[in-house]
């Protein structure tokens, strides 16, 4: 009923889309936790792995995972904390915990960035009809992170590290741009046969 | 097209950055005793050199980093780049043979186009 | 032969097993598939498929590639889908292939335009400068010029097609791919490179495809065999990557190269796969590019040298041996190089009859002269062609000496079909010139080619000067390997492919002459440089005389070079001719720029995927589909779409408005804030951060408080608004506009990590963490009441700027009682994926009240009513805080940004323009948003002195009178004055000038 | 000097053209004149030009370091309005629209200027408030200027799109029916003409190197061809002014960014009027010869290099193919860009400077061509005079100080 509080990604009117034999396969993973901690590495780095058994990358561009918990660099002294759904509260509050004791900022960013899943052979291909970024296996690697410009969007992309067999990436995008950059990586996927993805539109911008 | 290097994220194309005027600009500290004068100089007044500049530029779509970089205005070789905060380096550049002239080579100018007689050839060192 | 029309019985890299029908006019043809629309309209005998833009005189087809200059068709079936001036010589043939010719009227044959011709005497370059200015104007004479210019015709319907842009980085760009390019590909990728190889046509290979293969081997293979061999490894290569169709257009800074590839416009838009996009743009980042794009050949500069049937003679090879065609029957080859007896050998042995063979040189090969000789060719050296002859295709050619011995000698006419020219090669250096490397004239083939390097390139093979074909193999592989070794691997030598003697030939000699003479008088030469503009050698000599002696001057005054080929075959003609009458080196005048892109490309390629539904995102709240739902009209804020009204069933959008700003103050009103801009602020240094950026005190805003704060620019210009609560003593939650947010964030973010890095505060954004529902009206504590569990809103309990942490339904959210209306207002903030649901609450326990949507159409309203500003509204960049009467909101002790411009000069003025109220004495008239303020009631002749403009006006139901805001001079020293508000329909509008709180007025007024 | 007209055109037809006289001379430079204006394009010119023809001077130089014309005034986009917000700037864009209207025959040669009108399009509320502010300030200042409903907007040009459902859709515009586009090099070489045949010496191929400063005021100029003594020197080098200034150990607030431009392949009449649009960044024309002229904002950064980003051009594309859709197949044939000098008020600068007889015309930033006849005009009358009149006043550089900027971001925010 109604009164029942409920949640909505969004993306919750996009189900999963694919090529043709999953060459590209795209899905919204609604709900992971998210959040920003802004922190002094050197004064962090210790307490967080006493509390987390997980340290903070400390190179740009890199991440560190322990099960569905990592940490991904976003810049010299700002990173994303990222949990699975049920356990978002707990985890920050053993941060919080953890970096209680120096100047810190830990904010709850869940519901600001949504996560696109891209995943199959033609993942990196059709990401690069997106970005100026070098995706070629070579130059980017698991375990890797960075911000860069999607389209005419700005958004994070990781690449988990480990990710057994086939890579997926994800993309952390604002919630309010999340529908512009689903349909942006759907039309890469065009040629591979991923069905059109048409942006929500139709308002009435117009007062006759 | 820049390619600019990030000192934190590596080289990167352009459309990551953005752009925030000359750099070594200081905000005055005693702005109340000021000269009407020189509070305009630190509004608006600008080198804009033809030769090297001290730029900020700053990381938007990756680590939100400002950051410094020289670059030659009449070629638009990049020359350094550097942290906040670090001193200006010391770098040489492909200058214009006179003032508002054109750099020897790589500039945009319609008669830097072809070689002169007995110019020396081969790539630029 | 006659029954294949021009088409030879055998060779060529064409599919004869089928054949396809296309049309061209109201004719229709057939063609082979691998052949392009200009071997198949050769094949069939038609050499004349344009005119000329300025003449309109008869154009045939010059050449074999993307150099063509003049034919020039309109292609395309349907009128979305037509493509004007299109070259024949790179459209591929496909069935049903639809072409037209263009810029003529009523037929190709006969057009009207071709009067230009007879009086071209009298429109010689630039003679629309010199008249068309005396009565009765240049409007009069303009659409006449406009109608004869131009060319094909633009689609009249949107474009259907898709296209796409594709980004990659690159060890190695090889642009180019024949020979040369092939081997360096080759180089590259047997090194480990990741490699782009770029051709522009449908197949690599590039001049070996234009060879014969009984005269050519390479490796003891066929030409063509040796090409399928190298691509074959090449595309066993995971790294390299080959795109044919596909031509690199410019070379930008910081070797950025931009590539444009044709995916499908070689395919019947009825068998296109739907996936397929119609072109893509390659966005290139490569750490090293070879350029090896050939070179190309500059035709003769001759009386009468731009007939249909003339033709440059490497592209007549081209025809006879990439696609069997051999465009004439009876031909004459004139030449000033060894290529082109290579050509005419070619043509006799592939069974043409050839005439005649004039050379421009005395000394000629003798191998050639023997062959020649053996074959019972004419011979005419040290010779010139005088004339042509031959409507709309040439039948015969004038031939003389060049230096006559002893009084006149008659020319001797020769008959033909096809006269081919020869004029040498050049270095095609486009994309090295755009990289801003330096050209090098070249005496020994009279051309430039690359000298300085700027970029990280390096040319080879015909690019690069050398035109032997083994010269282009060693070329290609030395190129290939010094860009690997550059970009960091290590390349292995290869074996170059070896050709026998007759491949080594290059051009050998070369006698460039800039204008050939004649038997007539100089004036009356008439020598084509540019095929496309009509520019001849007496228009360039005109210009010079004239005082254009500038390359760029001259190029501008006779339009040489300007056309769609930008010049490729004519720039270095008219460059020697001009050098010529200046009576200077061509490289002491120097060239034209070589602009991007080297040849014309696509608007949507360039515009990609970026258009129509993803030209730009649009930003939506969590509660987006409820308004939707419920007839909102949207308002775009920045990417932002807000709600800007609900429209009832047959409401119109005033009426909405009205309703709805009444509900706001006598129920319950509710707004989807959630836009609003949101900073957490975070560090024991925060308050002095915020006493920094705001104008207004911050150091003893209490925990659980919130105070409204104004941010100035530098310049001590209003920049953007917000309330600012404090959660904890190092702990604030920001707010800013809705248009501002990011801004807001990057000025505080740069100014704490260049201008204050000591204080320790931390900037994140929350803005779309939080949805916002903001409730306004004298009831909403209530329902506040209601939705929160344990939370007492009472206005008593819950002063006016301070918030609460509470739950709804058991999820946690924080409330402010703020008001951006002057009524009791509060603003619920929730997760926003909670948002929705929210809202829904809302909307359900409200129902009791009466409670209201508005848009933001009736917040403006509600806030004016208060006389609250609009930062972008009341504010234009030019307005300080004094102006906004807000003098209070500005401490008196401490720095900010922005203090210091408040005390010069300008901004002490007493006659700046500050905010006041307007009222007009008919209290149903609202002045348009905009309207100037004036000091009378009449208008005088302009200009009319302006007193300030009026910013926000509305009809305020809850006041039942117009109201206005505006910047007056002077404003509120006005107050009480009677102003008048111009009108562009009607007399100045009185109004009285007041304070800009209309409520607080009305309520005293109340008592 | 002689005259161009049809008779001349058809005498010289029929004698071969042989009797067409250079446009202008190729003086060596004297040692010394009253004035040396720096800088050939259109700017330099006129304002030699006005000071011959309006204040007697006619011992003149005009110093070009390339050919004339070369520099903003061969590469901009032509675009004629004077739809200002300001006074100020509605005074001195109105006053330029006036003198173009009948400069073609002063000036004896054809500047093809066409009063095809110019609409400034509006996409949302906010645009059309500050839009229609501007049309009604214009109207009291006597600049022709209108609102326009969409469908009207539509009517007046036929390609546009004022699909409601566009991601900015069209909801008005501004016409200003007298304004239009020109012709670049007509009027730089028509100026070049008049002022040559009033006795003006054009110096092409010529760079000052130097400004030698003698008790404060100018003595005179070092050139790569020697020096040239004078005591009044105008700068009108745009992009460059700041590198002259520097020469006099000067900071301006003016900074030189790369404006790019670009033309399609020509074709049949499609377009009949400028179009602007600020809010997706794009202007557009039809040029006579049938190319459709295209140009949009400027890179963020300082550079000489008159080179700009592709991604500059492609988000221009992408504009324009929003606003018409039937101009998505044609191509993109030839780009440029060229070096803008922008103040921080998006106005220009018309002022004496510190230094004696040394005067500054630039900070045109992307809009300076529309203006050339009326800054020639007030800048040839500032040279003359020594100080401003009532056109050029609220120009000066002293407004930086005094903070009295004339801000027209508004009216001059995309290039034009």
């Known amino acids: 009923m109604a009164d029942a509080p409920f949640r909505r990604s969004p993306l919750f009117h996009r189900p999963p889309i694919q090529g043709e034999a999953g060459a590209l396969r795209i899905e919204e993973q609604p709900f992971v936790g998210k959040f920003i901690l802004r922190a002094d590495p050197d004064a962090a780095v210790e307490p967080l792995r006493a509390a987390l058994g997980l340290g903070l990358p400390f190179d740009p561009l890199t991440s560190s995972a322990l099960g569905d918990t990592a940490f991904l660099w976003l810049g010299p002294d700002e990173w994303m904390l990222v949990t699975a759904p049920a356990d978002a509260a707990d985890r920050a509050a053993t941060v919080r915990r953890a970096v209680s004791g120096f100047h810190h900022q830990l904010v709850d960013v869940g519901d600001y960035y949504t996560i696109i899943e891209v995943a199959g052979p033609k993942a990196r291909e059709a990401l690069m009809k997106l970005t100026s970024l070098d995706l070629h296996p070579r130059a980017f690697t698991p375990g890797m992170v960075t911000g860069s410009v999607f389209g005419r969007a700005n958004a994070t992309i990781w690449l988990p590290a480990g990710s057994a067999g086939e890579e997926r990436f994800r993309l952390l995008i604002r919630w309010s741009i999340a529908d512009y950059l689903w349909c942006l990586v759907a039309h890469a996927g065009r040629e591979w046969g991923v069905p059109e993805q048409v942006p929500v539109k139709g308002e009435t911008l117009t007062v006759g | 097209m820049f390619l600019i290097r990030c000192p934190w994220c590596g080289e990167r194309d352009i459309a990551e950055f953005a752009h925030g005027g000359e750099a070594h600009i200081a905000r005055p500290e005693d702005s109340e005793e000021l000269p009407d004068s020189e509070w305009a100089g630190y509004l608006f007044l600008r080198t804009n050199p033809k030769g090297v500049i001290a730029e900020r530029w700053n990381h938007q779509a990756g680590c939100r980093r400002w950051f410094n970089m020289l670059r030659n205005t009449a070629t638009d070789d990049i020359l350094a780049v550097y942290k906040v905060g670090e001193p200006r380096p010391e770098v040489s550049a492909n200058l214009p043979a006179t003032p508002s002239g054109e750099a020897a080579i790589g500039s945009g100018n319609d008669a830097a186009k072809v070689m002169a007689p007995g110019e020396r050839g081969g790539p630029v060192a | 032969m006659s029954k294949h029309g021009y088409r030879l019985p055998r060779g060529g890299l064409i599919d004869r097993t089928r054949t396809l029908r296309f049309s061209f006019g109201r004719q229709t043809f057939d ?976 008592g | 000097m002689q005259r161009y007209n049809v008779v001349s055109l058809i005498r010289e037809g029929l004698r071969g053209h042989a009797g067409w006289q250079p446009a202008w001379r190729f003086p060596e430079p004297k040692a010394s004149y009253d004035a040396v204006i720096i800088g050939g394009g259109g700017h330099g010119l006129a304002t030699a030009y006005y000071l011959a023809k309006e204040h007697g001077l006619r011992d003149i130089a005009v110093i070009e370091k390339g050919w004339i014309g070369g520099g903003n005034s061969g590469r901009n986009t032509t675009v004629i309005r004077s739809n200002y917000l300001n006074d100020e700037s509605a005074a001195i864009y109105q006053h330029a629209l006036d003198l173009w209207k009948t400069l073609g025959r002063e000036l004896d040669y054809n500047i093809m200027m066409s009063h095809r009108g110019v609409l400034n399009l509006a996409h949302d509320e906010g645009e059309a408030r500050q839009l229609k502010r501007r049309v009604e300030a214009n109207r009291l200042n006597g600049v022709d200027s209108e609102w326009l409903e969409p469908e009207d907007v539509k009517e007046f040009c036929p390609p546009i799109s004022i699909s409601p459902a566009a991601r900015y859709p069209v909801i008005g515009a501004t016409l200003q029916r007298s304004g239009g586009t020109n012709r670049h090099d007509a009027v730089v070489w028509g100026y070049a003409r008049a002022a040559d045949s009033m006795g003006v010496d054009i110096i092409q191929q010529c760079e000052v190197t130097n400004i030698v400063v003698e008790g404060g005021a100018v003595t005179g100029v070092e050139t790569t061809r020697g020096k040239i003594s004078t005591r009044r020197v105008g700068c009108v080098t745009a992009g460059h002014t700041s590198v002259i200034a520097a020469m006099l150990g000067l900071k301006l607030p003016i900074e030189s960014h790369p404006l790019q431009a670009l033309v399609s392949e020509p074709v049949k009449p499609i377009l009949p009027c400028v179009v602007m649009s600020n809010a997706v960044h794009v202007y557009v024309s039809q040029s006579d010869k049938g190319e459709l002229v295209i140009g949009a904002g400027i890179d963020p950064y300082v550079s000489y290099t008159q080179r700009g980003s592709l991604d500059i051009i492609e988000h221009q594309m992408a504009a324009l193919v929003e606003l018409f859709p039937v101009f998505a197949r044609l191509r993109m044939m030839r780009q440029w860009g060229g070096i803008v000098d922008v103040c921080p008020d998006a106005s220009p600068i018309i002022s004496d400077t510190p230094v004696g007889g040394f005067f500054i015309n630039g900070g045109w930033g992307t809009g300076g061509w529309k203006a050339t006849p009326a800054s020639g005009h007030a800048f040839a009358d500032l040279v003359a005079r020594g100080e401003p009149n009532a056109i050029a006043a609220p120009f000066t550089l002293e407004r930086f100080t005094t903070g009295a900027l004339v801000a027209e971001h508004g009216a001059a925010a995309v290039a034009h």
């Open chain 3, 31 to 1006: 063609a082979h598939p691998g052949d392009t629309l200009a071997s198949a309209l050769l094949a069939n005998g038609e050499h004349m498929v344009a005119r000329s833009f300025k003449y309109h005189r008869p154009r045939g087809i010059l050449s074999a590639g993307s150099e063509e200059p003049a034919a020039l068709v309109e292609i395309g079936a349907d009128r979305a889908r037509s493509d004007p001036n299109t070259r024949v010589t790179e459209q591929e043939i496909f069935e049903g292939l639809k072409a037209r010719p263009q810029n003529c009227w009523p037929t190709l044959g006969f057009d009207i335009g071709a009067l230009n011709d007879v009086i071209a005497p009298f429109i010689p370059a630039g003679f629309y400068y010199k008249t068309f200015k005396g009565w009765p104007g240049w409007m009069a004479f303009e659409p006449l010029v406009r109608r004869a210019a131009g060319l094909g015709r633009a689609p009249a319907l949107p474009d259907p097609d898709r296209y796409e842009a594709v980004n990659r980085h690159c060890d190695v760009l090889v642009i180019g791919g024949g020979p040369a390019g092939m081997m360096a590909a080759l180089a590259a990728g047997r090194a480990g490179a990741r490699v782009m190889l770029c051709e522009e046509t449908a197949a690599l290979g590039g001049t070996l495809l234009s060879r014969d293969p009984e005269m050519l081997s390479v490796d003891g293979k066929a030409p063509a065999e040796w090409v399928a061999a190298i691509r074959a490894e090449l595309e066993s290569m995971p790294d390299v990557a080959i795109l044919t169709r596909a031509t690199a257009f410019g070379y930008y800074s910081h070797n950025f190269v931009g590539v444009w590839e044709r995916v499908s416009d070689h395919l019947s838009p009825a068998t296109v796969p739907q996936r397929m996009p119609r072109q893509r743009l390659w966005r290139v980042r490569a750490k090293e590019v070879v350029l090896a794009a050939g070179s190309i050949e500059r035709p003769l500069v001759f009386h009468e040298n731009d007939r249909p049937g003339i033709m440059l003679a490497g592209s007549v090879r081209t025809y006879m041996h990439r696609y069997g065609v051999l465009p004439g029957r009876r031909i004459v080859v004139a030449t000033n190089n060894d290529s082109g007896w290579d050509a005419a050998l070619d043509m006799a042995r592939a069974g043409g009859e050839v005439a005649a063979v004039i050379d421009l040189r005395s000394e000629m090969a003798p191998t050639h002269l023997t062959e020649a000789a053996r074959r019972g060719i004419a011979i005419y050296g040290n010779a010139t062609i005088v004339g042509t002859e031959g409507r709309n295709r040439i039948s015969r050619v004038a031939v003389r000496p060049l230096t006559r011995r002893g009084g006149s000698s008659r020319p001797v006419e020769i008959e033909c079909d096809l006269l081919a020219v020869a004029g040498g090669w050049a270095p095609n250096v486009a994309l090295f010139a755009q990289s801003r490397g330096k050209l090098r004239y070249d005496e020994q083939i009279e051309a430039f080619r690359p000298g300085r390097s700027w970029q990280h390139e390096r040319s080879a093979g015909a690019a690069n000067g050398f035109f032997g074909m083994a010269e282009c193999f060693a070329e290609g592989a030395r190129a290939g390997a010094d860009a690997a070794r550059a970009a960091g691997l290590d390349p292995k030598p290869l074996a170059i492919p070896t050709v026998p003697a007759s491949g080594q030939i290059g051009q050998g000699p070369i006698r460039v002459i800039p204008e050939l003479p004649s038997n007539r008088p100089k004036h009356k030469i008439r020598a084509f440089i540019d095929l496309q503009d009509d520019v001849t050698t007496k228009d360039l000599g005109l210009a010079v005389k004239e005082g254009y002696r500038s390359v760029e001057h001259a190029k501008r005054y006779t339009t040489s070079g300007m056309g769609t080929d930008q010049g490729k075959v004519a720039n270095l003609n008219a460059f020697g001719f001009l050098a010529s009458v200046r009576g200077e080196a061509i490289p002491a005048i120097g060239t034209t720029t070589f602009r991007q892109p080297y040849k014309p490309v696509t608007f949507a390629a360039l515009a990609g995927q970026h258009v129509g539904d993803l030209f730009a995102p649009r930003r939506t709240t969590a509660m987006h589909d409820w308004h939707r739902a419920h007839g909102a009209v949207f308002e775009p804020v920045g990417d932002w779409l807000r709600a800007r009204a609900y429209l009832k069933e047959g409401e119109s959008f005033h009426a909405a408005v009205q309703r709805e700003a009444r509900a706001a103050r006598a129920t319950i009103g509710v707004l989807d804030a959630s836009t609003l801009g949101k900073v957490d602020v975070r560090g024991p240094d925060a308050r002095e951060f915020l006493n920094r950026v705001y104008t207004n005190a911050w150091l003893k805003l209490a925990p659980g408080k919130a105070r409204y704060g104004l941010m100035l620019g530098e310049d001590g210009m209003v920049m953007d608004d917000g309330v600012t609560a404090c959660l904890a003593d190092d702990h604030f939650h920001m707010t800013t506009t809705t248009g501002g947010a990011a801004r807001v964030l990057g000025k505080l973010e740069d100014y704490l990590q260049t201008e204050w890095p000591d204080l320790k505060v931390y900037l994140t954004s929350v803005t779309e963490e939080w949805a916002v529902v903001s409730l306004c009206g004298p009831e909403c504590h209530k329902l506040v009441s209601d939705l929160c569990d344990g939370l007492d809103a009472d206005p008593e309990k819950f002063p006016f700027m301070t918030l609460r942490d509470a739950h709804v339904g058991g999820v946690p959210v924080r409330v402010f009682r703020i008001s951006f209306t002057g009524e009791l207002s509060y603003e619920i903030n929730i997760k926003a994926s909670y948002g929705l649901w929210l809202w829904q609450q809302v909307m359900e326990k409200g129902a009791q009240y009466g409670v209201t949507p508005y848009g933001t159409e009736a917040m403006h309203l509600l806030r004016a009513e208060k006389g609250f500003i609009i930062v972008g509204q009341e504010t234009d960049g030019t307005v300080n805080p004094l102006d906004l009467g807000l003098i209070g909101m500005v401490k008196m002790k401490g720095d900010f940004i922005g203090r210091r411009s408040l005390f010069r000069p300008d901004s002490m003025r007493d006659d700046r323009r500050e905010l006041v109220g307007l009222l007009t004495s008919d209290p149903n008239m609202v002045l348009m948003e905009g309207a100037q303020v004036i000091g009378g009631e009449a208008e005088s002749e302009p200009p009319v002195p302006m007193l300030g403009w009026v910013a926000s006006s509305y009809f305020s139901p809850n006041l039942g009178r117009s109201i206005a805001m505006a910047l007056v001079k002077g404003g509120r020293k006005r107050t009480g004055e009677q102003l008048w508000v111009s009108r562009r329909d009607g007399a100045p509008v009185a109004v009285m000038v007041t304070a800009t709180d209309f409520l607080a007025a009305r309520e005293k007024a109340d």
